[in-house]
Each structure stands twice: as C-alpha cells, then as structure tokens.
Nanobody
Framework: QVQLVESGGGLVQAGGSLRLSCAAS????????MGWYRQAPGNQRELVAI???????NYADSVKGRFTISRDNAFNTVYLQMNSLKPEDTAVYYC??????????WGKGTLVNVSS
C-alpha cells in the first residue's frame, strides 16, 4: 500500500504560479512512477505529468513549457511547479503512484483555481 497526500493548491490569478507537493508513505520502494492528473468539472481525469524512478518525464501537450514535475532522491515526494497558469488549468489535481505490479494509488486531490 502507498499513501499519498497532496498539498499546495489554492486560488491564483491567471499568469501566476503554484507549486504542488505530493508526499508518499508506505511501500514506496515498490513505486516505479509517480504523476499528477487533473479533473475539471464535467471532464474526465487526464494526465498532466509523470516521472519515473529513473527520472524520465512526460507531459500533456497542454502544459508543456509551463509545468515541471520533479522528485526528491528517495522518490518519496513529487512536485509539480506550475507557471503561467491559465483559467483552463482550473481542476482538482490528484497525485498518482504506480507500483511495479501495475497497481495505481491515488491521493484525495487538491483544488487549483485560476481566476481570469
């Protein structure tokens, strides 16, 4: 089991920045990748960014050049630096951890609200 707790969400004006954090605990040694997903009202949950234990990253096209995912060396904490935020970035952001068996774990989410 992996437990995930997100923090850092809030209200920000368009063009501003926020940094999300996700703290993982439990069987974190089994984690092969961690990432951020988001879900806006009426929409499906979508991938924002992922990072592997080896440090490889992947981003949704809509956030490339604006968001950066990073991790600590122990792979216990993952960050999402969000710059140049747009109203369409408004969503609940969820932290995800995938272990080597393919099982996914999710945090409860943190709300990011970007005002125009």
């Amino acid at each position: 089991q992996v437990q995930l707790v997100e923090s850092g969400g809030g209200l920000v004006q368009a063009g501003g920045s926020l940094r999300l954090s996700c703290a993982a605990s439990g069987s974190t040694s089994r984690t092969v990748a961690m990432g951020w997903y988001r879900q806006a009202p009426g929409n499906q949950r979508e991938l924002v960014a992922i990072i592997t234990r080896a440090g490889n990253t992947n981003y949704a096209d809509s956030v490339k050049g604006r968001f950066t995912i990073s991790r600590d060396n122990a792979f216990n904490t993952v960050y999402l630096q969000m710059n140049s935020l747009k109203p369409e970035d408004t969503a609940v952001y969820y932290c995800n951890a995938r272990i080597w068996t393919g099982v996914d774990y999710w945090g409860k989410g943190t709300l990011v609200n970007v005002s125009s």
